[in-house]
């Protein structure tokens, strides 16, 4: 096998037939809304569709029959193109993770994609090399050996794999799908979408509305809307339960290996994420209000290398679906291989109340802006909108006070053990845990009010997640900077200043100010 | 005085200040800004003409703020703008309303690069651009003579090749 190139699958020549769909599909969907009757723009605007997906078809084709790739002793290398020649190569030791995935076409077919992932960042995200597709034999001998050899280049000797099964599916946990936002949403947005395509073949949305309103004869507007609410809201939930067992069928999150955490999920399109475990820089504990309220939350990995741009890709890094909080520290615990769990909250330090005066004027901020447009539109457009904000202004008011309230209580840091653990968070909850080793720099940040109230915003900076830190957010300077200086010793030391504050009777200023500067000069 | 003493931390400023000429390269650059805003609503308010004086209200206030911003912004942000490079780490200070400080072990660097901008370039100062594993961001030194970035990456560059692994 080592250093012979090879070549991608055929079969993923029957895939690239999907791109005749969109043209015969819309064809069909014309033929039916028009009775078969095609007019001459109708053929034009259809002829032009077809072609492109012909040309698309054309040059997936040609990168598929120029593709090949090779493991030799030091690189993995690819090719393609006809006439632009691409070659690209990862070194073996570089590698973090390999991906398999595999939609319903490729399943049917017997194949899959295969994904190779560096640990590194650039400007344009982690570097990916993408194989489509080989059979799912050939993927999955490809991955053991990518990974072993990964392994092997770092010298750790291999043991024999231990059957860790961390986590399966339990059929109970469907109980928090619908506890999110992406159920209606989504109804909303397929709705949406199908007018503009209907609309786009010449049937107006008058018509649609007119077979609505035909549809609920005599009823009142309250009732229309009220009925359609539920309708929504009763569709929103029956297409997140289906979204969940779609995307969680046989849900396994495993140790295969002493260096591998491994997640396979997934019904019609089936997900594999290997994650190498010497990757990992900690954990995050993640609760959506709803989810929180319901006492469920869901757990994350923060590592290096899983930040691809593919968008299936924006959730490899999601280990488990909403759980009960206690399984999810569970988990979170044998991820962290820390017991008790760094994210089960008891530890935390509070922050001072200066904080919570910030979370209130943010609040009041929302409630502002929300209540001026209304009086504004009132004002303008119509004195409805002024009875509307009264209206609003009284759930508002109270309800952005207590998410206040709730988030200056989310806040809190600490460290325990290996990790240093930060939480913050009302309309999303975080508990993130970050293995002090991971960290590699700081990062403070004051804003003009921080300043006035003694707070700052320190941030552990790790090559791991999308954004590269974790806040310690609105933390007293003082507290903040010895909480950095204590988790990574030595780091931070040589740029801090310590000074003896009296607590009790407040020191002459002259005085204070002669030590500051003796103390600089020493420095 | 009083017997219990509590040890408050903070951050010292790092040692090195940049070249003063940075200011009138921030000044610049504020006039720029300043000068775009105020052509774009020159043109969305000529495009809008029947809305009475709030036009020219507007302007106004913007082109009173921008000369604020001019004055104020450089002068405010050269106080600020700090660097120091250690034996082990880059650590630097940046900002004016909101301040920011850096700190970067060397041994945790990937690249170190001088950057000049045509702005810059017209002021005869350099940047230095110092990346690291993380997505957070590059640690930027702005404003500095030619001489002293080029130093700084001497520097950073010896002490970054001597640590083995890929930074991560």
């Not at chain 1, 330090?349 to 009086?375: D, E, N, S, Y």
């Not at chain 2, 990346?131 to 957070?136: I, L, P, Q, V």
Request: positive net charge; charged residues 20%.
């Amino acid at each position: 096998m080592i250093g012979q190139w090879q070549r991608l699958d055929r079969r993923t020549l029957a895939v690239h037939l999907k791109w005749l769909g969109p043209p015969i599909g819309s064809v069909a969907l014309y033929a039916l809304f028009t009775g078969g009757d095609f007019n001459r723009d109708a053929l034009i605007r259809l002829g032009v569709l077809t072609c492109c997906f012909l040309l698309v078809s054309c040059f997936e084709a040609v990168q598929l029959l120029t593709t090949g790739y090779r493991v030799t002793e030091e690189l993995f290398e690819l090719r393609k193109g006809l006439l632009l020649r691409q070659h690209k190569s990862i070194r073996l030791e570089r590698i973090r993770r390999v991906d398999l995935t595999a939609n319903p076409i490729h399943r049917v077919l017997g194949i899959a994609v295969v994904r190779i992932g560096t640990g590194e960042h650039h400007s344009h995200g982690a570097q990916e090399l993408k194989l489509a597709s080989l059979s799912r034999a050939a993927g999955q001998q490809l991955r053991e050996e990518l990974l072993q050899r990964a392994n092997s280049a770092a010298t750790e000797p291999e043991q024999a794999p231990e059957d860790g099964v961390l986590a399966k599916l339990d059929w109970a946990w469907i109980r928090y799908a619908p506890l999110t936002a992406w159920g209606v949403l989504s109804i909303v947005i397929i709705v949406g979408a199908l007018t503009r395509v209907v609309d786009w073949f010449g049937v107006h949305i008058e018509v649609l509305l007119d077979a609505v309103i035909r549809f609920f004869g005599t009823a009142s507007t309250t009732e229309v809307f009220v009925t359609l609410g539920l309708v929504t809201l009763v569709l929103g939930v029956l297409s997140s339960l289906v979204a969940f067992v779609e995307e969680w069928w046989n849900y396994r999150l495993e140790r295969p290996n002493k260096h591998t955490y491994r997640v396979r999920r997934g019904l019609l399109t089936t997900r594999q994420v290997a994650i190498d475990r010497r990757r990992m820089r900690g954990v995050e504990v993640r609760q959506p209000l709803l989810m929180r309220l319901a006492g469920a939350a869901r757990v994350e990995a923060i590592a290096t290398g899983l930040t691809g741009g593919h968008e299936e890709h924006t959730k490899i890094h999601v280990l488990t679906p909403a759980i009960p909080k206690p399984e999810a520290d569970r988990i979170a615990a044998a991820v962290a291989e820390q017991f008790p769990s760094p994210t089960a909250s008891t530890r935390l330090t509070g922050h001072p109340k200066p904080a919570l005066r910030r979370r209130f004027v943010r609040a009041a901020w929302v409630v502002l802006g929300v209540l001026g447009l209304l009086v504004l539109g009132g004002l303008t457009v119509s004195p409805n909108l002024l009875t509307a904000a009264w209206i609003t202004a009284i759930p508002l008011v109270p309800i952005c006070a207590a998410l206040a309230v709730d988030a200056y209580r989310a806040l809190g840091h600490g460290l325990t053990g290996a990790y240093l653990v930060t939480r913050y968070g009302a309309i999303t909850r975080s508990t993130v845990a970050v293995r002090t080793d991971g960290v590699i720099g700081w990062r403070v940040v004051r804003s003009p009010t921080q300043r006035l109230s003694g707070l700052a915003t320190v941030s552990a900076i790790t090559s791991a997640g999308k954004r590269g830190c974790y806040k310690v957010r609105d933390v007293g300077v003082s507290e903040g900077l010895s909480f950095a200086d204590e988790a990574v010793p030595g780091l931070l030391a040589p740029f801090l200043r310590r000074r003896s504050t009296p607590t009790a009777t407040p020191v002459g200023t002259e005085e204070d100010v002669t030590t500051r500067n003796i103390l600089d000069r020493a420095q | 005085m009083s017997q219990s003493t509590e040890v408050e931390v903070e951050l010292r400023p790092p040692l090195h200040q940049v070249n003063p000429r940075a200011r009138w390269w921030w000044t610049a650059q504020a006039l720029l800004t300043s000068l775009l805003l105020l052509g774009v609503e020159y043109l969305v308010f000529s495009w809008f003409s029947d809305w009475g004086p709030t036009p020219t209200a507007i302007t106004t206030c913007s082109a009173v703020l921008g000369l604020l911003y001019l004055l104020v912004m450089p002068h405010w942000r050269f106080r600020v703008h700090r660097w120091e490079t250690s034996r082990d780490a880059v650590y630097t200070s940046s900002g004016w309303l909101w301040q920011e400080w850096r700190v970067a072990p060397l041994s945790r660097i990937q690249t170190v690069d001088m950057q000049r901008g045509p702005l810059q370039l017209l002021f005869g100062l350099s940047s230095v651009r110092v990346t690291t594993a993380s997505a957070a961001g590059p640690v930027r030194i702005e404003g500095l003579t030619p001489d002293a970035a080029q130093g700084i990456v001497r520097h950073l560059t010896r002490r970054t090749q001597d640590t083995p692994g890929d930074a991560t």
